[in-house]
């Protein structure tokens, strides 16, 4: 196994200081992920090239990226194959915003696997991606994911139609 002077001295970047390398992490996935025009990225694409350089600057890169901003997530086949990806780092979102359609029984799989993992610092919101999935059924789904557990959730509502939850801190 490398020491990490060896592994700085391959890559020039991990000799930087911590401050500049986030900042270079920041530019470079800004650059390469522009966001959407509401100020949130869509995780809809391969995951940055940044992220495969190697671990430790996945690693930092990744928590430049999940700490920092918001995500949406549709139930599109690459949406939910980039929370796989990801696996135990789903702990490091802040903000995710879950489109949810018609196909709710992916949703439910992923939730099951999801809701264990996330930070308790994480917001955690619901939107509607169907026009036609009823609201009583998205309810009705929410109830079954354990979302409105009272003892775990706290629940509110913004004006642009979604549900935001927050794990209740012991």
């Known amino acids: 196994m490398a020491s990490s002077s060896s592994v700085a001295n391959t890559v020039p970047l991990l000799s930087m200081p911590p401050e500049i390398r986030s900042a270079i992490y920041e530019l470079v996935i800004s650059n390469e992920w522009r966001h959407t025009s509401q100020e949130y990225f869509v995780l809809d ?17 990744l928590d430049v990226f999940l700490l920092k901003n918001h995500f949406h997530v549709y139930t599109s086949t690459i949406g939910l194959k980039w929370l796989n990806i990801l696996g135990k780092d ?77 794990q209740i801190l012991a």
């Open 45 to 61: 694409r391969p995951l940055p090239a940044l992220f495969r350089v190697n671990k430790q600057i996945r690693s930092e890169a």
């Open 90 to 166: 789903v702990e490091r979102f802040r903000c995710l915003i879950l489109f949810i359609d018609l196909n709710l029984e992916a949703w439910n799989t992923y939730l099951k696997a999801l809701l264990p993992r996330i930070s308790e610092y994480l917001e955690l919101r619901i939107r509607k991606a169907a026009v036609s999935l009823p609201a009583s059924r998205l309810e009705s789904f929410l109830v079954a994911a354990g979302l409105y557990d009272g003892q775990r959730w706290a629940r509110t509502e913004n004006g642009v139609g979604e549900i935001i939850f927050k």
